[in-house]
């Protein structure tokens, strides 16, 4: 395991209720309610702490609270409005994010209300 993996799983191990973002993407971390596309792979973890406060991070820095009200896996072409990629991303290439992130066809949906 190398450094990198390596510090960002002791930093789960101390406050697993955290999400961290690499920015805040087409600045919807400042809304009532945000959503985020996440790996499929983490599904499971998110689905068990539906109605748990997590701490919002920007770069591993605190940038709020938030309540997590779903989690849910759909598959992008399940998806019926493709604009909600835009407004999450804040991207029209949002195609080319997702491989950035190595998305695969199928993704967890999260949803979350901001507490602070």
Request: some cysteine; overall charge positive; glycine content about 2%.
């Amino acid at each position: 395991m190398n450094q990198k993996k390596l510090a960002r799983f002791e930093e789960e191990k101390q406050n697993p209720n955290y999400i961290n973002f690499s920015k805040n993407w087409n600045k919807k971390l400042d809304c009532d309610f945000f959503t985020t596309i996440r790996n499929v792979e983490k599904a499971s973890y998110y689905q068990l702490r539906v109605k748990e406060k997590f701490e919002v991070r920007v770069n591993r820095k605190r940038y709020c609270d938030a309540i997590l009200k779903d989690a849910t896996v759909i598959k992008f072409n399940e998806v019926k409005t493709p604009e909600l990629f835009v407004i999450d991303t804040g991207e029209m290439n949002y195609m080319d994010l997702f491989r950035k992130f190595k998305l695969g066809d199928t993704f967890t949906l999260l949803l979350f209300e901001r507490v602070d």
